[in-house]
């Protein structure tokens, strides 16, 4: 056997020994292979795995690991934030803390840079399958079929060439109990520490307590255990019960205490696992909802428990009251006191149910955000430009608990590279030439106790994003001309119309950034994919235009709101509120309605005439779409060229208004220089 030290400890001596029974003579070596390793191994040798193989081998590549990211986006997003506090504890140890996905795939990692090169040599790396079949033994791959925690050091791992590592990894199972990924922490095999395994365990439980929470984030969540101490730590159980009493899911702790299969827990009822019916519990925690309840279950064991939610059912009148008769909450932008806000977009305060106006991707983005508002989870918005990333922000804010703290919107595509340095982080005085002898507060310090918002991230400079995410991980921010950091607590929302995976594998966006801005991803659909159109020209109507100048409400007519349904909006939202904006300016003072002839110009060309004159096409232009034939006018006269309709449509309207050319243009949708130039032609 090569590859391993001539001095040896006892245990390698013999561990050597017990692969030389193995793999040379074929005898199972007895005692000095640990059980779940001498399985593997077994398993490795019928599968005809040959342990003196390269193992460099990369069968999926990067290709893989972008659709190996996509499906596991959930664990990923929001594991990434775990192996930062991991690696810390770690740091400059020689090892790295690593994600995989429940093929074994690895979709992240984060190390010393020594050992990571190292670890290459033998593709521990991002992109590199590392299941049993391909590798042999290894504390990923073995991890994920023994379904429990597993430690492979050295000379264990089946490959000879894998020798110089030694892995703990523990399985993460998702709220449904079944295997979602490894957590696994490899490093050198000489520097093996005895808590390695442990503190991968704790990782894991932590990063399953969170997947749990994401999940049921708008049901009701029960704590339990049978000892007090361990409700609100790792150790909990969790129950996921909805406002009518039915158990929707159960996390393997709070399994274990009941004695249930991960099969057979959704759809029970409450009731049918505890003495107390559930609107009993309500009540009690209703009135002091920070105490431990005393609770038996039907086989006569007592647990603590505590409830923990968004809003708790109303309290019953009577201890009997059960809560089947309450609907089901609407999963969106209902706030952590129960309040319903008003939706006036004049206020500045619109909420997340606000915006709820039938378009069925968009409230996919709604209830996906409702569920993170009350978490410390990044938000990511993507979107093109005027799709209203920066209102979605908003309402995301003055959804969730933070909705009374400021909210600070800063646009990194706006601001020079030289300032947004200053304007991020602010500065002490004197700081640096031209600087304001008081210094400046940046973004993130006002922003403390509420919500940031980064629109345009993907234009960030990349020196800023090494400093921002010094920033999010260590939650402090040192001002340009500092010494001292200063604490923030804030909420993250980003904003980008970029696609960041793409920015990334450009070398433009960090890649270990995007993974801590990335908490949760919403995709915002451009106005032209929208099914809800009427009912966003309503909500601007009502915002910008609540009443015309003669004291009535401002309408549109239904031939308009037609045209805004088929239009591509190349501007998006922004662009519809331009466009109402104004062709209600246009209105007379004695018009209510915006018809075809009151929309602004650019709509339909810079001359929707001379268009129609050379007989081009392209968009619609105002006259030739909606000026209504006027009663024996002549205008719908069969075989007449199109100049004799326009010059006849034109002397109608300019009847119509009594001969001013102002009012006749606005009606016709034209500027006066165009029309002077037409009514020549009629003369």
């Known amino acids: 056997m090569t590859g391993h030290p001539v001095t040896q400890s006892p245990h390698e001596s013999r561990l050597l020994e017990a692969r030389q029974q193995f793999f040379v003579r074929g005898d199972s070596p007895e005692g000095d292979v640990p059980q779940a390793v001498l399985r593997s191994w077994l398993r490795c040798r019928d599968s005809m795995v040959d342990y003196l193989a390269d193992g460099r081998g990369d069968p999926e590549g990067r290709s893989g690991l972008t659709e190996a990211r996509e499906r596991s986006e959930c664990l990923l997003n929001n594991a990434s934030g775990i192996m930062e506090h991991v690696f810390e504890q770690i740091r400059a140890s020689g090892s790295m803390v690593i994600l995989a ?36 033994t290894n504390a990923i791959g073995t991890t994920l079929i023994e379904g429990a925690p597993v430690e492979v050091i050295g000379a264990e791992h089946f490959l000879e060439r894998n020798g110089i590592l030694s892995c703990s990894a523990a399985p993460v199972f998702n709220p449904g109990g079944e295997v979602a990924g490894v957590l696994d922490i490899s490093g050198d095999y000489r520097s093996n520490q005895r808590h390695t395994l442990g503190l991968a365990r704790l990782a894991a439980q932590l990063l399953e307590k969170r997947l749990f929470e994401v999940e049921f984030a708008r049901d009701i969540l029960i704590a339990l255990h049978v000892r007090p101490e361990y409700v609100g730590g790792l150790q909990e159980g969790l129950l996921a019960v909805s406002a009518d009493g039915r158990v929707l899911g159960a996390n393997g702790v709070a399994r274990a205490l009941l004695g249930l299969a991960p099969g057979a827990v959704v759809g029970l009822d409450f009731g049918g696992l505890f003495k107390l019916p559930f609107g009993n519990l309500v009540d009690r925690c209703g009135r002091d909802t920070s105490s431990l309840q005393v609770v038996e279950l039907r086989q006569g064991e007592r647990v603590y428990i505590r409830l923990r939610c968004c809003s708790l059912p109303q309290a019953s009148t009577s201890h009997g009251h059960q809560y089947a008769q309450q ?10 006191a129960g309040r319903k806000p008003p939706c006036d977009p004049r206020n500045g305060r619109m909420t997340l149910e606000c915006l709820s106006t039938g378009d069925p991707r968009l409230q996919l983005a709604l ?14 918005i993507q979107g ?12 995301f804010h003055f959804s969730g608990p933070r909705q009374d703290g400021p909210f600070v919107a800063l646009n990194c595509a706006a601001i020079p590279e030289n300032l947004i340095e200053s304007e991020l ?10 600087a304001r002898r008081e210094g400046s507060v940046g973004k993130i310090q006002q922003a403390h106790g509420g919500t940031l918002f980064l629109d345009e991230i993907g234009d960030m400079p990349l020196s800023m994003q090494a400093r921002l995410l010094r920033v999010l991980q260590e939650r402090c921010v040192t001002p340009v001309g500092a010494q001292r950091n200063v604490p923030v607590d804030i909420s993250l929302v980003c904003a980008t119309h970029r696609v960041l995976r793409d920015s990334v594998r450009a070398g433009s966006f960090r890649e270990d950034l995007y993974y801590r801005v990335n908490g949760l991803t919403v995709t915002l659909p451009p106005l032209r994919d929208r099914t809800d159109i009427r009912s966003i020209v309503s909500i601007i109507l009502d915002a910008e235009v609540p009443e015309s100048r003669s004291g009535g409400p401002v309408r549109i007519s239904e031939q308009v709101l037609d045209f805004f349904e088929h239009y591509p909006w190349p501007g998006n939202v922004r662009q519809l509120q331009n466009v109402i904006r104004v062709a209600a300016a246009l209105l007379d003072d004695d018009e209510n309605e915006i018809l075809p002839v009151h929309l602004p110009e650019e709509l339909f060309g810079s ?3 001379d268009d129609a004159e050379s007989g081009q096409g392209g968009a619609p232009n105002a006259v030739s779409l909606f000026a209504a034939p006027a009663t024996g006018s002549g205008l719908a006269a069969g075989a007449r060229s199109l100049d004799e309709i326009e010059l006849d449509a034109i002397a109608v309207v300019m009847r119509e208004v009594g001969g001013n050319v102002s009012a006749a243009a606005r009606r016709l949708g034209i500027s006066r220089n165009t029309l002077y130039r037409k009514i020549g032609r009629m003369q």
Do not use: C
């Open 101 to 136: 996905d429940n093929q074994g795939m690895i979709l992240h990692s984060l190390g010393d840079p020594d050992f990571v090169s190292r670890a290459q040599r033998v593709a521990l790396q991002p992109g590199a399958s590392w299941s049993e079949n391909l590798r042999g």
């Open 327 to 336: 609907p089901a909450a609407r999963p969106v932008a209902v706030t952590p």
């Open 367 to 380: 209830d996906r955000a409702a569920r993170i508002m009350t978490k410390d989870i990044p938000l990511l």
């Open 384 to 395: 093109e430009s005027g799709v209203g990333k920066e209102l979605f922000a908003r309402a």
């Open 425 to 434: 982080f602010g500065y002490v005085g004197g700081a640096f030439t031209g």
């Open 607 to 609: 001359d929707p005439m």
